[in-house]
């Protein structure tokens, strides 16, 4: 993906994006995108929606494109500034729209919606390395490697249990009375 979109998220409640850091007791812990990068906790009642499982519903409606893949269109189109921002005129966020996804669901696909990609977008093409989808290549030479020369996982070894050990080490100390017959 040309966008790593994966530890990006929307929090419900604060504004812009954020990268998260790690889980925290009463939330998450994550990280601003933007000059400052600071760091902040987002409460546990606040909604997290992480980038990288949002998309844009079309007309057909078992089909949905990824928001990584917008992000891709855009910058395959555009470059790495978006034409329009959510200042934009209605006329002008929808026609943006339609020449990024023609098919996108105009019922569904609200203004909002639209206004939030344009933001979106142009901190994540700010703050987010741009890679290119050269790694199509490399995987269609890995899909056409032999399948001898993959090598299995290894099977992780069960750490015997407090019982086990206990069995298995050699009785030298005499063995402990329960309270029970002790009485």
Same mark, same amino acid.
């Given at each position: 993906?040309?966008?790593?979109?994966? !530890?990006?998220?929307?929090?419900?409640?604060?504004?812009?994006?954020?990268?998260?850091?790690?889980?925290?007791?009463?939330? %998450?812990? %994550?990280?601003?995108? +933007?000059?400052?990068?600071?760091?902040?906790?987002?409460?546990?009642?606040?909604?997290? $929606?992480?980038?990288?499982?949002? &998309?844009?519903?079309? /007309?057909?409606?078992? /089909?949905?494109?990824?928001? &990584?893949?917008?992000?891709?269109?855009?910058? /395959? /189109?555009?470059?790495?500034? =978006?034409?329009?921002? $959510?200042?934009?005129?209605?006329?002008?966020?929808?026609?943006?729209?339609? =020449? %990024?996804?023609?098919?996108?669901?105009? +019922?569904? %696909?609200?203004? &909002?919606?639209?206004?939030?990609?344009?933001?979106?977008?142009?901190? #994540?093409?700010?703050?987010? @390395?741009?890679? !290119?989808?050269?790694?199509?290549?490399?995987?269609?030479? !890995?899909?056409?490697?032999?399948? $001898?020369?993959? #090598?299995?996982?290894?099977?992780?070894?069960?750490?015997?249990?407090?019982?086990?050990?206990?069995? !298995? $080490?050699? +009785?030298?100390? @005499?063995? *402990?009375?329960?309270? *029970? &017959?002790?009485?």
């Amino acid at each position: 993906m040309p966008y790593e979109l994966q !530890e990006l998220a929307a929090i419900s409640g604060m504004p812009g994006l954020y990268r998260l850091v790690r889980a925290a007791r009463h939330g %998450v812990l %994550v990280e601003s995108l +933007d000059e400052r990068a600071t760091r902040t906790l987002a409460p546990a009642r606040n909604k997290v $929606s992480l980038l990288s499982e949002i &998309s844009i519903y079309t /007309q057909d409606p078992d /089909q949905t494109v990824p928001l &990584s893949e917008v992000f891709e269109r855009i910058h /395959q /189109q555009h470059g790495g500034t =978006s034409p329009v921002t $959510s200042k934009s005129s209605e006329a002008e966020l929808t026609d943006f729209m339609a =020449s %990024v996804i023609p098919d996108f669901d105009r +019922d569904r %696909v609200y203004l &909002s919606d639209i206004k939030k990609l344009t933001t979106w977008f142009g901190i #994540v093409s700010k703050h987010v @390395p741009y890679q !290119e989808a050269a790694a199509a290549p490399e995987a269609a030479a !890995e899909a056409e490697a032999p399948a $001898s020369e993959e #090598v299995a996982p290894k099977a992780k070894r069960k750490a015997p249990k407090a019982d086990d050990a206990a069995a !298995e $080490s050699t +009785d030298t100390a @005499p063995a *402990k009375k329960s309270r *029970k &017959s002790a009485e």
